[in-house]
């Protein structure tokens, strides 16, 4: 069974300081791969996915992320981070398989931007 | 825009009661997925279903049962409600499609007293 590894459970930064969250997943084969986030009190939203291509994946509000095949790799990245970043982020890979493929995420890394 | 909608935001209920929660969403999606997420242990699943009347079993099944009678209706089942089900739960939808991109409705938070 496929896992997900979110490698830090809290991340404390300074607002406009980069930050990297890690993600690391456990499947040999073809994936897609997911960072959700979530502000409190909401449900989860994209922040952006890797399905094919380019390494490099652009997302929304400035993140981005790096596929990396060799170390089965997908850390999220910000080069400036505001205030309002500050939530819980998830990973989550995907194995496509027809028409049953299911989202396994990881525990979650929980950042929270000071002023 | 697609909607994901959880009947419920808040419910609290009595250990032992049968509980349903549902779910229902808009795209004609054919993936449904219900999950549970608790703090420090990320987002479960509990059971997915990839067409009507289709279900299969996730991580953490046990106490729960699903129906999927309509394509855009997913209902969770608590059988007897226990108070270590207490809990946040979130349904959500994909579509193979659309690249399995899932869409998260805002979440029913379920307290067993």
């Known amino acids: 069974a496929q896992s997900v590894t979110q490698l830090d459970s809290q991340v404390p930064v300074f607002e406009e300081a980069p930050v990297e969250l890690r993600c690391n997943y456990s499947?040999?084969?073809?994936?897609?791969l997911f960072w959700y986030v979530q502000y409190p009190n909401q449900g989860l939203q994209l922040l952006l996915k890797?399905?094919?291509?380019?390494?490099l994946v652009k997302g929304i509000n400035g993140f981005e992320a790096e596929f990396n095949k060799s170390q089965t790799s997908f850390h999220l990245r910000k080069p400036s981070v505001h205030i309002s970043d500050t939530a819980e982020y998830f990973c989550?890979?995907?194995?496509?398989?027809?028409?049953?493929?299911?989202?396994?995420f990881g525990k979650g890394t929980k950042l929270t931007v000071n002023p | 825009d697609v909607k994901v909608t959880q009947s419920s935001r808040y419910l609290v209920k009595r250990t032992g009661e049968k509980v349903f929660l549902e779910c229902v969403q808009d795209?004609?999606?054919?993936?449904m997925f219900w999950y549970r997420q608790d703090p420090g242990l990320g987002l479960r699943l509990i059971y997915f279903?990839?067409?009507?009347?289709?279900?299969e079993k996730g991580d953490i099944p046990e106490g729960y049962s699903v129906s999927r009678e309509k394509k855009e209706r997913f209902s969770l089942i608590l059988e007897s409600a226990s108070t270590n089900q207490t809990s946040m739960y979130l349904c959500?939808?994909?579509?193979?499609?659309?690249?399995?991109?899932?869409?998260f409705g805002q979440g029913t938070r379920l307290t067993v007293v």
């Open positions: 499947s040999s084969v073809s994936v897609y």
């Open positions: 989550a890979v995907s194995e496509p398989q027809g028409g049953s493929e299911k989202l396994v």
């Open positions: 959500a939808s994909s579509s193979p499609a659309m690249n399995t991109e899932a869409f």
């Open positions: 795209m004609d999606h054919e993936n």
């Open positions: 279903s990839y067409d009507v009347k289709m279900k």
């Open positions: 890797y399905l094919s291509g380019s390494t």
